[in-house]
Every structure is written in structure tokens, then in C-alpha cells.
């Protein structure tokens, strides 16, 4: 006797007109299904739920100059935005490899990038961070890169989707973490961290002007939840204008999150063995976000070129156009720096 076939369920419709929930933005979440709403948000100068808007593609192309045949480095691979373009200006005969430490959206972006026609012997998909580049190019047989991209940015389908902790805008747990199956989530960071210490981590992740408030007021508190915490900064800060205690809740995640995923380590580990992935007149661009990124990958440029590992690089930092940060606002922190290694 044959089973009945399960009943058919109708997709969960908006609750409004303009949803405010991440889950109900299905129609941003897949372009392919509603194009209009996609460009539309696109339009606004919006990242649509979801996904991430690669940033200073002209310029990163422009600072690598990828050619045919080269070997390419996406060290923080993201949704793949700026790896497919690199992809594109290294056929024929080019390969890619990408790392990205997030097991949630790494195969989501190795799925993107094959439906587009990157096959194994194109594109290889390694989930790891930027630290344990110099094993994963052994592991495939290469001594170096010709060209290597960071991208030091969080992706949006991070920061959008409550769930990951990232958010100030929707409730979710306080977590944080780039990979959820390592480490502690900032809940239990925060909880754990004596007030003196989190002052200091605040100044030195984010130089946040009201550390010696802010961290009396946190550390060794149990705030479950991303909105708990944002509501306990604000009342902390409530003499400040609004626009200020804004500023400050911004500030204070961006500290949590590069403590709670240890991401000035990795940078500094991945900036000392730069020059020996990279191939002779190979070329390096990093693209950071704030004060403390920055400062660390323009000291290690300028230390690279006094030692004669770099033969140049970027005399300025360089920023997003006008019509990018319009069109992108997320890009607006943006700074590009660029190193090329000594040819011989």
C-alpha cells in the first residue's frame, strides 16, 4: 500500500508589507525568486538580507593586477564576491584558493561559486583563518601566491542574521564567534573579564572614549541576549546624545568581537609570514575597518619594504569613491593598503 503523499505548505508570508525579521526576508534572501524586491533593495544603497556587497572591487583589481595562469589567494573568502571577480581575470589556466573560518556560510559561498562555473581545478574551498595560510598552500603543493587578498570586514550575512550574535539591530544570543564550534561566546567573555581588563580591551579594540564608564557597568554581567547588551551600553551612557550612545554600542561590539575571536592574533601571525606565501613581484592587498587593523598592516608594510622582503608599497592608504560609499554605506570605514614582494 503506497503512503500519501506529505500535505503541501505554503512558504510563511510576510507579516507586514516591509518585514523586519531576518527569516521573513525570503525574498532577498533569494534573488532568483523575486529579482524586483532584490534590486530595489540594491537601489537604496541597502545590502540585501543575506548577502554582502564586495567592497573596492576597481581598486583591489587594480592594486593586484591579476593575470591568466596566476595563482590567487582569497584569504577571507566571505560570500565570494570579490574571489569571482579575481576568477574571471585569471583564466585560462588560473586557480584560486579560499579560506574562510565560518562553517556556516563557507559552503554556501563553495555552492555559489561552482554554480557559476568554478570547478575544482579552478577554485578549492579551505575553511580556516588567515593564520594557517602557509600550511594550506603547502598542503597544495604551491611555494607562494602571485596575488593574495584579506579582507578584514565582517560579511554581512553575519552581522544581518541574529542568530550569529552579531546584530544591534534584532535580538539573538550573544555569541560572536566567526565559527561557532570553537572558543566561548561573548556572553561568557564578557561575564568572565575583570572591569580594568575590558577598559583596556575597549581603548586598544575600538578607542572607545567612555571605556572607564563602559567597563564597570559590563564586565562580569550576564547578558544573554545582543538587545540586553545594547540596552545596558545606552543606560550607561544616557547624559550622552543619542548619536554618540549609538556610536558606542557600535564601538563596544566590534571590541567583544575581535576578543572574542582573537582576531588581532591572527592578523599579526598572518602579516609576519605574508612575504613567504607570496611568489617573487607577488602582490598582497589588505582591506581593513578601523584604527587597530590599520595600524598593524601599515607598520608591517613599512617594516616589509625596510627589509627588502616588499620592493613596494601603497604610498596612501586608499578609501572608497563618493559614489561607493553612497551607493554602499557599509564601506564607508574602508582602507586599502597594498604590498608587492621583492622579485628576486
Keep these: 500500500m503506497s503512503e500519501e503523499p506529505a500535505p503541501h505548505r505554503r512558504r510563511v508570508r510576510y507579516s507586514g508589507k516591509n518585514p523586519r525579521r531576518f527569516v521573513e526576508k525570503y525574498?532577498?534572501?533569494?534573488?532568483?525568486?523575486?529579482?524586483?524586491?532584490?534590486?530595489?533593495?540594491?537601489?537604496?544603497?541597502?545590502?540585501?538580507?543575506?548577502?554582502?556587497?564586495p567592497i573596492m572591487v576597481t581598486e583591489i583589481v587594480a592594486?593586484?593586477?591579476?593575470?591568466?595562469?596566476?595563482?590567487v589567494v582569497d584569504?577571507?573568502?566571505?560570500?565570494?564576491?570579490?574571489?569571482?571577480?579575481?576568477?574571471?581575470?585569471?583564466?585560462?589556466?588560473?586557480?584560486l584558493l579560499g579560506l574562510d573560518a565560518d562553517p556556516v556560510e563557507l559552503p554556501k559561498t563553495e555552492a555559489r561559486l561552482r554554480a557559476a562555473g568554478f570547478g575544482p581545478e579552478t577554485f578549492t574551498a579551505h575553511r580556516s583563518n588567515f593564520a594557517g595560510l602557509s600550511q594550506i598552500l603547502a598542503a597544495a603543493g604551491l611555494n607562494g601566491a602571485d596575488c593574495l587578498l584579506a579582507d578584514l570586514g565582517v560579511s554581512s550575512m553575519q552581522l544581518d542574521d541574529p542568530a550569529r550574535g552579531f546584530s544591534i539591530k534584532a535580538d539573538g544570543p550573544l555569541d560572536m564567534r566567526m565559527n561557532p564550534r570553537r572558543g566561548q561566546p561573548a556572553s561568557i567573555f564578557l561575564l568572565k573579564i575583570k572591569p580594568d581588563e575590558f577598559a583596556q580591551l575597549l581603548s586598544e579594540n575600538a578607542d572607545e572614549p567612555h571605556a572607564s564608564e563602559l567597563a564597570p557597568a559590563l564586565a562580569g554581567q550576564h547578558f544573554p541576549t545582543t538587545l540586553k547588551l545594547v540596552e545596558a551600553i545606552r543606560r550607561t551612557l544616557a547624559r550622552q546624545p543619542g548619536t554618540e550612545r549609538e556610536l558606542a554600542v557600535r564601538r563596544v561590539f566590534q571590541a567583544l568581537r575581535i576578543a572574542v575571536n582573537d582576531e588581532f592574533a591572527a592578523l599579526e601571525a598572518f602579516l609576519r609570514m605574508l612575504p613567504g606565501c607570496l611568489n617573487p613581484a607577488g602582490r598582497a592587498a589588505i582591506l581593513t575597518f578601523h584604527s587597530g587593523e590599520d595600524r598593524r598592516?601599515?607598520?608591517?608594510?613599512?617594516?616589509?619594504?625596510?627589509?627588502?622582503?616588499?620592493?613596494?608599497?601603497?604610498?596612501e592608504v586608499i578609501r572608497p569613491t563618493a559614489a561607493e560609499r553612497h551607493a554602499n554605506p557599509r564601506s564607508t570605514s574602508a582602507k586599502l593598503r597594498w604590498a608587492r614582494r621583492a622579485a628576486a
Design 27 to 53: 525574498k532577498e534572501h533569494d534573488p532568483a525568486r523575486d529579482p524586483a524586491t532584490f534590486e530595489k533593495v540594491l537601489a537604496s544603497g541597502k545590502t540585501p538580507a543575506g548577502t554582502h556587497r
Design 63 to 71: 592594486a593586484l593586477a591579476p593575470r591568466p595562469g596566476e595563482v
Design 75 to 95: 584569504a577571507t573568502l566571505g560570500y565570494g564576491g570579490h574571489a569571482r571577480e579575481l576568477l574571471a581575470r585569471i583564466q585560462p589556466g588560473g586557480r
Design 297 to 315: 598592516v601599515k607598520k608591517a608594510f613599512a617594516a616589509g619594504l625596510q627589509s627588502g622582503d616588499f620592493e613596494a608599497i601603497s604610498a
